[in-house]
């Protein structure tokens, strides 16, 4: 009996001894998951962490605020809108709200996230009456910028200002541009062949992509539902036609107006036709995620990401690329900071879209160093000039605006920190 219960208890605690092992084992392997998630989580940490370090958004958004105390009260005339400020000058050069100027919209548009940001009722005020000054645009058929010049101002003021009675100004603009689709070509046409004329028949520049956003607004809003069909056209055609093998986009495409062949491919603002004119990039960058944005269709998505890792690849060490890629090995080569605010400003929504950490990483990463680039002494108005940035070039193949402050650059600015300072209050990243 003794024995047996002696040989009962070296039984047990051989039991005991293998349920011992077993659960060491298991809290190995916990262990060891546990800690490949730690290191996972820790690489968000860490990139969290560099970025509390380096990247002050408050101190960013606090500078963008006192450029505009400075500017506002100057910019008295509401007949005009600020558009550069020449190299060496510090007062924007104001021209005038005309349906010609594609322009005329990014000024209110700065307000109205200014306003978002600090929800200060005067930035409010500024952002409106610089809003209903030419409310009468919604008509403009002439070309296409009626997208870029009505949805910073008020497509914004719906959005961000709660200005509900904008809604029947922005669809009558919808339609304004969307008069301007042709079928047979299956894009929208971005000038008239009178402001062009070394194009004789439908042209569509890549800018364009941008003003597809009002369209999808309005099928959104009530509008009619062919606005929606529209934009997917036009970012299909253009996905077909306006890119090379490297993702890298040509600026104006001439097609047939009738068969809608492709008849030449050039540039206006690029330094060669055949060049990489470096906004007309970053225009396609934001573009095609916008485009993602309204449609979720995966498409857009994985093109979004081929044509934004391009880009990545060909930039400089500060981020801000020279105004066209193909002249970029040349140190004195002028910068184009507005391109650089627009792909930061898209990079934020690519980098909430995409499925992988990896991914969502990488963007927000270089989002965040554009961004810093941008706020640094090297590009910042602040103590210089009454702009947010410095070093934009809009047209040097034209032989203007080269080196300047450009209203556009201030406006993706200011977007690209509202978004940042979003994604950070959802405590994402
Ligand atoms: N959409 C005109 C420009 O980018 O200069």
């Known amino acids: 009996m003794k024995f047996n219960q002696t040989k009962l208890a070296v039984k047990k605690i051989k039991e005991n001894k293998r349920k011992l092992l077993g659960a060491y084992v298991i ?11 730690l290191k996972a989580n820790n690489e968000i940490g860490l990139a969290s962490a560099k970025e509390l370090d380096t990247f002050n958004l408050e101190s960013l958004i606090a500078d963008c605020e006192t450029q505009l105390e400075i500017s506002v009260p100057k910019l008295t005339d509401l007949s005009k809108h600020p558009r550069l400020i020449e190299t060496g000058k510090k007062e924007w050069k104001e021209v005038p709200n005309n349906r010609l100027v594609w322009t005329s919209g990014f000024y209110p548009g ?4 200014m306003y978002d940001i600090s929800q200060n009722e005067k930035w409010k005020l500024e952002a409106i009456k610089r809003t209903e000054v030419f409310d009468s645009f919604k008509t403009i058929t002439e070309h296409h910028d009626i997208g870029f010049m009505m949805f910073p101002a008020f497509g914004k003021g719906y959005e961000l200002g709660g200005k509900k009675e904008y809604k029947d100004i922005l669809l009558t603009s919808a339609g304004s541009l969307a008069s301007r689709f042709n079928p047979q070509v299956g894009t929208i046409r971005s000038w008239s062949n009178k402001m062009h004329p070394r194009w004789k028949q439908h042209i569509t520049i890549i800018d364009n992509m941008l003003n597809l956003e009002l369209l999808f ?8 539902t062919k606005f929606y069909d529209i934009a997917v056209k036009h970012a299909e055609t253009t996905m077909k036609n306006h890119f090379r093998e490297d993702y890298t986009s040509w600026h104006v495409l001439e097609y047939d107006s009738i068969t809608g062949a492709v008849l030449n491919r050039h540039t206006k603002q ?5 060049s990489r004119w470096s906004r007309g990039q970053a225009w396609g960058v934001y573009g095609y995620t916008m485009v993602y944005k309204e449609t979720r269709d995966k498409k857009f998505l994985e093109f979004a990401q081929k044509i934004t890792d391009k880009y990545l690849s060909l930039l400089p060490d500060d981020y801000v690329p020279c105004w066209d890629f193909d002249v970029a090995n040349n140190p004195k080569e002028e910068k184009d900071a507005s391109a650089a605010a627009v792909v930061a400003s898209a990079l934020l929504d690519l980098s909430e879209f995409v499925d992988n950490k990896k991914d969502q990483e990488r963007y927000y990463d270089a989002a965040l160093k554009m961004l810093e680039s941008l706020g640094s002494d090297k590009y910042s108005g602040v103590g210089k000039t009454d702009s947010f940035l410095l070093h934009s070039t809009g047209a040097k193949s034209l032989g203007h605006e080269i080196n300047v402050a450009l209203i556009y650059a201030d406006y993706y600015y200011i977007e690209a920190l509202d978004r940042l300072k979003k994604i950070r209050e959802k405590g994402k990243l």
């Open 217 to 224: 607004w309005a099928a959104k809003h009530g509008g009619d």
């Open 270 to 274: 690029g330094y060669a036709d055949n």
């Open 27 to 37: 809290g190995v392997i916990l262990f060891c998951f546990s800690c490949k998630e």
């Open 110 to 113: 700065v307000l109205w996230y």
